[in-house]
C-alpha cells in the first residue's frame, strides 16, 4: 500500500451545479476517503469580493491528505479552483451585511479499491452557495461525555469526512433536550471543540483554548482569532483545560468560518447550567467585530489575510 505515488491532477472544468458520477467502488464510498473544506467569500461595501485566507483551507487539505492516504491538490489548484467557483457565481454573492458564499472543497478517493487500500484516482470539487448570517443564534452548549468525536492517533485533527457523520447523534440528542450543540471532551475530561467550532474561556485577563494536539480540528478562525487578540491587550494562551474550569469562566465563545466568533449563552455539564456573559463589551463581541471586519474589508487587513477577486 503506497501513501505517497506522485501523481497528478488534470485541469478540471466549471459545470453547472448537477449531480456527479461515482464508482460504485470507489474509496469514498466504500471507506470514507474523503476530506472537506470551508470558506467564505464577502462583499465589501465598495463591491469588491474577498476570500479569506484561502490557501490556510488548501495547507489544512494537504495535512489531511497525508493522513488519508490521498493525493491532494497543490496549494495553488486549490486556490485557483475556488477563485473560479466565486468568479463564475459571483453575481451570488450577498451585499455586506447580508451573509456570505460560501465555498465547499471537496477531496474524494474516486478511483474504484475493493480491499481497504487508498484508491487508484482522487477528485477534486468545489462548490459554492449564499449563506446568511450564523451570528444571532444563541448558544446553549451541553458537555458529551458518552459520545467521543475524536480518539488519539485518529483523524480527529484533519477534515475527514467520516468526523461528521458521526456527531449526528450526539447533536440530535442535545436538541432533543433543548440544547443548541455539543462540547465534546476526550477521555480524560479535558475540554476539546463543539461539533465545528473550536472553543475558548476568558478568565480575568487571560483568555484559554485547548491546543490541537490530534484530537482537535486546527480552525483557521481560531488560528486567525490567536493572532489578533493581542490587539485587544489579551495573549491567547493555549493548554489542557479540565471540564471544570469551566465553572471559573466569565465568558466562552466559539470560533469557526460559519459563525465567526459567537459568544456562548450556557453550558449545561452533569445538569448544572453555567451561564456566561455575552454582547456589548464582551471580548467574543469585539473579536467578532475585528474579525468580521477584516473578512468584509470594513477594517483595515494589516495581516494580508484577505484575498481579492480579480
Ligand atoms: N472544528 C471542527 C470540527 C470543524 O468542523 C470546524 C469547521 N471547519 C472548526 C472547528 C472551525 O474551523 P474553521 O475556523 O477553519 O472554520
Redesign the pocket.
Known sequence: MNCSKDQHFSQGTLTPFGKIEVNPSSGILNYGQGLF???KAHRTANGRILLFRPE??AM?MKVGAKRMCMQAPTVEQFVNAVKQTVHSNKRWVPPPGKGAMYIRPLLMGSGPVLGVAPASEYTFITYASPVGNYHKGVLNLIVEEKFR?AIPGGT?GV?AVT??AIIYKPIAEAKAKGFTDVLFLNAEKYIE??????IFLVKGNEILTPPTSGT?????????IIEITHVLGYQVKERAIPVGELFDAEEVFC????VGVNSVNSITYQDTRIAYKRGAGTVGQKLYEMLTGIQTGRIEDKMGWTVELD
Open positions: 473544506e470551508g470558506l490556510e483551507n489544512r468525536r480527529g477534515k468526523n461528521y471543540e463543539v461539533s465545528t467550532t473550536n482537535i480540528l486546527p480552525g483557521i478562525t481560531r488560528k486567525s470560533t469557526g468560518t460559519a
